[in-house]
């Protein structure tokens, strides 16, 4: 089948190579004989809902989150929609803020967000940066480990009630106090984790395709068949001891 993936921002938002979890998508996909065509979608493109199965953005620096973010805005409803109607998306730090309703930068000025996600987010006065390492909260893996890395100033509060991707075992997470990290709407998650995320946490990798390959069918999602994936194991154990040893740990 075709995965057709929509890359928003990717000249803008593209640190700690957040772009490298396209490639992953890519041969993950190819692994089970599945095509993925990936179209950027960037300042004056125009996002129509039911053209994506699978929509990305990475992470940026708040100079380069101001550049994008009046054109992101532009596209809230058709996101909003795209999402409503069971599109798998991934956003990454820089990306999942300003897929919030907003955030406010330490010169307190205000970048409103394209409200697919419920919550805001602060900049504090200092980052958050380390190794992280969460428990899923997701029903489709509870428990799961999901292990990456963080670099972000900003504090991110969720809605009462809203949902998460996982609980913090180490690290700061979204806000450094709360103790969780992530939130998920629809087939819609974000997270503040880089690494890039997916080539240490293929299982996640596999849930979105597998999200978007139902998008594109029109079908319910099914399990994609196992890959071998000795090299990614591995690689999730070092980050997962790292962020034993040294992450962050939630102010309580
Ligand atoms: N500029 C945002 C912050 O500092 C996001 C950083 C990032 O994407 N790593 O919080």
Do not use: K
């Not at 670099?151 to 996982?166: S, Y």
């Not at 069918?217 to 068949?225: D, N, Q, R, T, Y």
Request: charge should be negative; include cysteine; charged fraction near 25%.
């Amino acid at each position: 089948m075709i995965v057709r993936v929509g890359h928003l921002y990717p000249e803008y938002l593209n640190i700690y190579a957040d772009r490298g979890n396209i490639a992953v998508f890519e041969r993950r996909a190819a692994a089970r004989g599945h095509e993925l065509q990936v179209e950027p979608v960037s300042i004056g493109s125009t996002v129509v809902p039911g053209r994506h199965d699978l929509l990305y953005v990475g992470g940026g620096q708040d100079r380069e989150q101001a550049m994008i973010a009046p054109d992101l805005v532009r596209h809230g409803a058709a996101l909003r929609q795209a999402v409503g109607r069971g599109v798998a998306l991934l956003a990454v730090c820089g990306g999942y803020q300003l897929l919030g309703r907003g955030y406010r930068g330490r010169d307190g000025s205000w970048l409103e967000g394209a409200s697919i996600f419920e919550h805001e987010t602060l900049a504090g006065e200092t980052r958050m940066i380390g190794d992280v390492l969460l428990e899923s909260t997701l029903p489709e893996a509870p428990g799961r480990t999901i292990a990456g890395f963080e670099n972000h100033a900003g504090r991110t509060v969720l809605d009462e009630g809203a949902a998460t991707l996982g609980r913090v075992v180490a690290g700061y997470g979204n806000d450094g106090a709360s103790g969780f990290e992530g939130c998920r709407t629809e087939r819609a998650l974000g997270t503040y984790l880089h690494g890039p995320l997916l080539p240490r946490n293929p299982w996640l990798a596999d849930l979105l395709l597998a999200w978007a390959l139902a998008h594109a069918s029109g079908s319910e999602p099914e399990p994609l068949a196992p890959l071998a994936d000795e090299l990614e194991r591995e690689a999730h154990a070092v980050s997962a001891a790292r962020a034993r040893e040294r992450g962050g740990r939630p102010a309580r």
